[in-house]
Structure formats: structure tokens, C-alpha cells
């Protein structure tokens, strides 16, 4: 049963830093990875999506990166801000169980201005 | 366009009430999901539809559950004789085709149980 991991659960920084949420996966047969952020209250944005067979994948001051044969995933985000003050989600859609998301626990960021 | 939008957005029910979440998925995609997300957890797999066909209904968590699309659009999450355990929010999601493609959510439906 394919299980997802968030490290850490929660961080605090002060505005400007870059910074890297962690996600591992226990089984490495997935069709794609995919992050998304959370507003308290509200449902879920996408923020990027990797293929399997792609390494790493970019949109303004995110940077994701995959390495499938290990089961981990980064999100990195450079010179953070207030407004990326959320809870991040990591899910993978795995092989054996076809269409549905697998997701992890998130990642609670606060960005202190 | 517009997104995925759910309703009601917030539902207060008494224990042993049925209720009844909507889910209008983007128009024209495929696919739709439900997902159940308790408090301070990831959202967790409820079912799947392709079209009209339920092709999955793994995740839901009892025979209170049941889920509907019949003309392969809007979606009705129906929860029979709640229990405060179902105190979750409810996503949706949807998806342009089968398979590998990106998920769409919506906003939820925040769904408490007194």
C-alpha cells in the first residue's frame, strides 16, 4: 500500500529565505507526482505536477524535483514571502491503484515578514 | 473558465441526518473524484468516476456512503444516518480524461456532525 510522508509538518521562517518541503513515497511505481497548497478554509491549488519520467519541474519561485527510483520528492521555494504562508500537500498517483491520489499529511509553512 | 464548485460550502447536521454534497466538476471533464479530509490530515480517497461509471468506490468507508453521477456530469455525495466521525471536509476533483492527468478541486464542503 503506497504510503506518502511530509517533512516537517510545520516550519517557520522569516521572509526572504528559500527554503525545501520533503515528501517521500514507499512505492516507486507512480504515474506522476503532484503538489498542491492549501488556504485555511479553502480547497486545493495545484501548484506543479511531474510526470514520471521527468526529474524536476519549475514555475516562478518553484522548483520541484523528483527522483522516483529513491521515492522522494522537494519542493523548493525561493525567497519566500508572507503570501506563501499555506499548508503544502504532496500525492502521487500510484500504478497499482490506478486514478486516485495518494496523499501526505502537508507541510504548514508560515512566513514571518 | 469556471473551476470545480461545490455545495453547500458549509453543512451543520445532527447525528442520524442524511445529507447530500454537490459537486459540479469543470465542464467536460471525464473524470471525477471525492475525497474525505479530516482535520490536520491529507485528504483521503473516497471514489471515482469515469463518465457516469463508479469504477471505484474502494474508499468509502461504509454502506452510508453512496456517491452518484448519472449523466456524467454533476456528482451527489450522499452520507445516510451521520455519525460524528463523518465530521470532515469533502472535496471533489475532476479531471480532463482518464489515466494520468492533472486534478482540478474544489473548494470543499466543510460538513459538521453535533
Known amino acids: 500500500k503506497q504510503e506518502v510522508t511530509q517533512i516537517p509538518a510545520a516550519l517557520s521562517v522569516p521572509e526572504g529565505e528559500n527554503l525545501v518541503l520533503n515528501c517521500s513515497f514507499t512505492?516507486?511505481?507512480?504515474?506522476?507526482l503532484q503538489w498542491f497548497r492549501q488556504d485555511p478554509g479553502k480547497g486545493l491549488t495545484s501548484l506543479l505536477l511531474?510526470?514520471?519520467?521527468?526529474r524536476e519541474q519549475t514555475s516562478g519561485r518553484l522548483n520541484a524535483s523528483l527522483d522516483k527510483s529513491s521515492g522522494r520528492s522537494t519542493l523548493y521555494i525561493a525567497a519566500s514571502q508572507p503570501g506563501d504562508s499555506a499548508t503544502y500537500l504532496c500525492a502521487v498517483r500510484d500504478m497499482e491503484y490506478g486514478n486516485k491520489l495518494v496523499f501526505g499529511a502537508g507541510t504548514i509553512l508560515r512566513v514571518k515578514s | 473558465g469556471a473551476g470545480v464548485s461545490q455545495s453547500p460550502r458549509y453543512k451543520v447536521a445532527k447525528r442520524g441526518q442524511d445529507v447530500a454534497l454537490r459537486c459540479d466538476p469543470i465542464s467536460g471533464h471525464v473524470s471525477l473524484f471525492w475525497y474525505q479530509q479530516a482535520l490536520g490530515q491529507g485528504p483521503e480517497f473516497l471514489t471515482y468516476?469515469?463518465?457516469?461509471?463508479?469504477?471505484?468506490k474502494s474508499g468509502l468507508p461504509s454502506d452510508r456512503f453512496f456517491a452518484e453521477r448519472p449523466e456524467g456530469s454533476v456528482s451527489t455525495l450522499k452520507i445516510q444516518r451521520t455519525q460524528q466521525e463523518d465530521s470532515a471536509v469533502y472535496l471533489c476533483?475532476?479531471?480532463?480524461?482518464?489515466?494520468?492527468?492533472?486534478?482540478?478541486f474544489g473548494p470543499g464542503t466543510r460538513l459538521t456532525v453535533t
Open positions: 476533483a475532476s479531471s480532463p480524461g482518464q489515466g494520468v492527468n492533472e486534478q482540478y
Open positions: 468516476f469515469q463518465n457516469e461509471a463508479q469504477l471505484d
Open positions: 512505492d516507486s511505481a507512480i504515474y506522476n
Open positions: 511531474i510526470q514520471s519520467s521527468q
